[in-house]
């Protein structure tokens, strides 16, 4: 599988996702009254496929969020299920060879709370990527879905933003 043809099964799953989560309100679009959110988790159901979503707050009123799809830990051995007792992390805590036997796709991305949108870099809007390639085929039947309620966003992440690389393009001169 080419690394295009990952990222387009990946933005699929990830707007399905998060399409669902928003519907559901299981998502917040804005930050809490005091800025903060805590770290949460939820189990939801994405395209026929059990699936956590999670999210925290990484500041500038943006969230981070991971969808874990077709999430199914009764398939890892009695000895590895205890390794999996963090569902806030962008992805289970086991190794990744053993992703492939619980998990269909697993990614991550920026939520920006002020602009409504997928915070993108020139392009590399998802992050922390994993997809099972026996899911390929599934991913690819399913319909092309537009964004409910927010965008897909051209802008940097307010931190890029700030921390530019030092005059002439490269980082860390003096």
Not at 18 to 23: I, S, Y
Request: proline share 5%; glycine share 8%; hydrophobic share 35%.
């Amino acid at each position: 599988m080419s690394k295009s043809e990952q990222q387009k099964r990946i933005r699929k799953i990830m707007i399905y996702a998060l399409n669902t989560a928003f519907r559901a309100g299981v998502i917040p679009k804005k930050a809490r009254d005091n800025g903060v959110m805590e770290a949460e988790c939820s189990e939801i159901t994405v395209c026929g496929k059990p699936t956590i979503i999670n999210w925290c707050d990484t500041g500038y009123d943006e969230l981070r969020v991971s969808v874990w799809w077709d999430y199914r830990p009764e398939r890892l051995p009695r000895l590895m299920k205890s390794k999996l007792n963090d569902l806030t992390l962008p992805l289970p805590g086991i190794y990744r060879d053993r992703l492939r036997l619980i998990v269909g796709v697993c990614a991550s991305c920026y939520f920006g709370c002020r602009h409504k949108g997928i915070l993108s870099d020139r392009g590399h809007e998802f992050f922390a990527l994993y997809i099972r390639e026996s899911t390929a085929s599934y991913i690819d039947e399913l319909e092309d879905v537009k964004p409910f309620g927010y965008s897909i966003s051209e802008l940097s992440r307010p931190l890029q933003r700030m921390i530019s690389p030092a005059a002439g393009g490269k980082r860390g001169g003096y």
